[in-house]
């Protein structure tokens, strides 16, 4: 609905709601609709990449691949939504397809993730993988459709029910529905993660991936019946066309134009856009010109997505080697990413109220592209903090794990004599049969310190073996104990909390200050188009995660943090001096000024000297 249209014809076409404290009823379905399904997208994407990794048994690099992709093809899809619902079907009717699409996606994931459907042999292990490489990739693909399609859609849906009188209940719903955003993204983090480990199958008991899937699939499935629920009191408007068709073509034929004009005979124009004045109109030229002005400054921000999105992959992966045991609760790997949530919650409104006016009253001026160039720091010292924590956890691989190989396990042992003292043996192998590399005279000074674990497997041999060499008493063999078997990873999860504040405090500055610097920049009626522009660059972030995943191949991991880091502190350093040349302007005032001599124009078009004089006009601009 269009600020400008009658308010008679607008209550006319709004439906049959009714108003509670001031606020259409017909909102309200919509913040639940809104809730549901980023519970249903954020509680998927939690698990998505354990998935990939302990159920389809895809490597690290191929994971972290595909779930880029898919965050990728869920920030494209934006722009085909909002020219569907613009140009074709209106919000309405494509929120409700593309909802249809999106719940059949969750379902078909749903569906991968049944291990017993394929395991014939009922040994808890697919048998027929290809089958559900496939549901879950198709799956992906329409949940990619759904979402990225409604994405531009349903906070627009929910502005359009209301009427010129209620700004104020307009911009308090704006709030309840990023309210609602978080909420769900919060509650799925957290839930998610203890459905997946959970046991659950008919034949044999594996990790429940198709809980966690399913309960998502039903929260979308819930969304859309909520959302239709509220049909008869919605206002829907009909589609008015695509601005962002609009300014494609306009592009489009200066770029032309340009081009058949490239010889020297035809003068130069103050800019490339000039050249679309034949055929366009003045002020839609001067509005695209705004709008390139902020795209061109696009060019470095896709790196700190690059960064910001593989919290989701690349740090859930790393929290998997780590020890999740807080005392009273036990966090899973992919829970850590609940973190973020919470600590945005908890920064931007300290970040509003206090670091800000702080920073305001110290006599700095803190421009919203200074915000973003500090929150891009702050995303690169998280990743530098994740590059400490993966050496960490490979000096703490080393230390802990002994060279004892039985077929493909590492075992630890504590050998404890009748006099109760401890030694460590740290090196010795065992292939095949037990084979000693060490020899023993070696194993006089590293006895020292005791282990963790000792195999049950070798307790046998390697008592026969010691109670030959050591000089033991008689009962040696009674002495040696087994005492359990070393868990795998003692880097504590909560080492993680830092490089997720840090990554949090970045998107708080460089995410919140950038979308709203955009809409100050933007024209009146393209604020949509730089919000596709902003989507834009999450993409093409995550497309940057494909080609450094698969075409580097860098084996240490905390190599490709610091990579990374780098690479994001170099587009900063290239945003500032970007951002040091930028000249902030009011949109509104440039549209004023282009709509003041449009009015000229068309008083001189009404005199006959006013037409001979644009006549004139015309034939020296045809002639340029």
């Given amino acids: 609905m269009a600020d400008n249209e009658d308010p008679k014809k607008e209550r006319k076409n709004r439906g049959k709601s009714k108003e509670v404290c001031g606020y259409p009823i017909s909102i309200f379905f919509i913040v639940v609709n809104e809730f549901c399904e980023r519970f249903s997208y954020y509680g998927m994407r939690a698990v998505l990449v354990l998935y990939f990794k302990f159920f389809l048994r895809w490597d690290d690099d191929l994971s972290t691949s ?182 494609s073509k306009c592009i489009g034929f200066a770029i032309k134009n340009r081009y058949r004009h490239r010889s020297k005979q035809f003068p130069k124009r103050k800019h490339w856009m000039d050249w679309a004045e034949e055929k366009y109109d003045k002020l839609l030229i001067a509005q695209i010109k705004m709008v390139l002005k902020v795209l061109f400054l696009y060019i470095p921000l896709p790196v700190f997505w690059t960064l910001f999105d593989q919290k989701g992959s690349r740090w859930t992966l790393q929290a998997t080697t780590m020890d999740g045991n807080f005392g009273l609760l036990v966090i899973q790997p992919d829970q850590m990413q609940t973190v973020n949530p919470i600590l945005i919650l908890t920064l931007v409104p300290i970040m509003d109220s206090v670091v800000y006016p702080l920073i305001k009253k110290c006599g700095l001026n803190f421009t919203p592209l200074k915000r973003m160039t500090v929150g891009m720091v702050m995303a690169a010292i998280a990743f530098f903090c994740a590059a400490v924590v993966q050496l960490q956890i490979d ?40 084979l000693i590399r060490k020899q023993f005279n070696e194993f006089n000074d590293q006895l020292k310190n005791p282990c963790v674990s000792l195999s049950k497997t070798f307790v046998s041999h390697l008592t026969s073996f010691f109670c030959c060499c050591c000089v033991c008493c008689s009962q040696c063999q009674e002495s040696i104990t087994v005492i359990e078997e070393i868990k795998p990873n003692s880097v504590h999860m909560a080492l993680q909390i830092p490089q997720y504040f840090f990554i949090t405090a970045g998107e708080v500055m460089f995410s919140v200050t950038g979308l709203e610097f955009s809409y100050s920049q933007a024209p009146s009626n393209m604020k949509a188009v730089l919000q596709a522009g902003w989507l834009l660059t999450v993409a093409i972030g995550n497309f940057i995660v494909l080609i450094v995943a698969e075409a580097a191949k860098i084996p240490l991991k905390w190599a490709e943090y610091v990579l990374f880091a780098s690479l994001l502190i170099a587009m900063c350093v290239l945003f500032s001096i970007m951002a040091y040349f930028y000249t902030y302007i009011d949109p509104t005032e440039i549209e004023a000024q282009f709509k003041t001599t449009t009015n000229e124009d068309d008083e001189k078009k009404s005199s006959p000297a006013g037409n001979h004089g644009n006549t004139v006009e015309l034939s020296g601009s045809k002639l340029l």
């Fill in 66 to 247: 595909i779930y880029h992709t898919f965050v990728a093809l869920c920030y494209l899809t934006p722009i085909l939504g909002a020219i569907v619902a613009d140009s074709w079907l209106g919000k309405f009717k494509t929120i409700i397809y593309l909802s249809i699409v999106y719940a059949i996606g969750q379902v078909a994931m749903a569906v991968s993730a049944i291990h017993d459907i394929t395991d014939t042999d009922r040994d808890g292990t697919p048998d027929n993988m290809i089958f559900h490489v496939v549901m879950s990739m198709v799956g992906l693909f329409l949940i990619a459709l759904g979402t990225g399609g409604i994405k531009p859609c349903v906070a627009a849906f929910g502005g359009d029910q209301f009427g010129d009188h209620q700004e104020k209940q307009r911009r308090t719903f704006f709030s309840v529905f990023y309210l609602c955003i978080n909420g769900g993204s919060l509650l799925s983090t957290i839930i998610t993660p203890i459905l997946r480990a959970q046991e659950c199958g008919i034949y044999s008991q594996q990790k429940c991936y198709s809980l966690a899937f399913g309960v998502p699939a039903a929260l979308m499935v819930v969304a859309l019946v909520v959302f239709i629920a509220g049909s008869g009191m919605y206002y829907k408007a009909e589609p008015q066309g695509n601005i962002m068709l609009d300014v």
């Fill in 395 to 434: 000096v703490s691989r080393k230390q802990e794990h002994i060279d004892h190989q039985v077929g493909d396990h590492i075992f630890l042992f504590l050998f404890i004599s009748e006099k109760r003292e401890k030694y460590r043996i740290q090196l010795f192998k065992v292939v095949c049969r037990v």
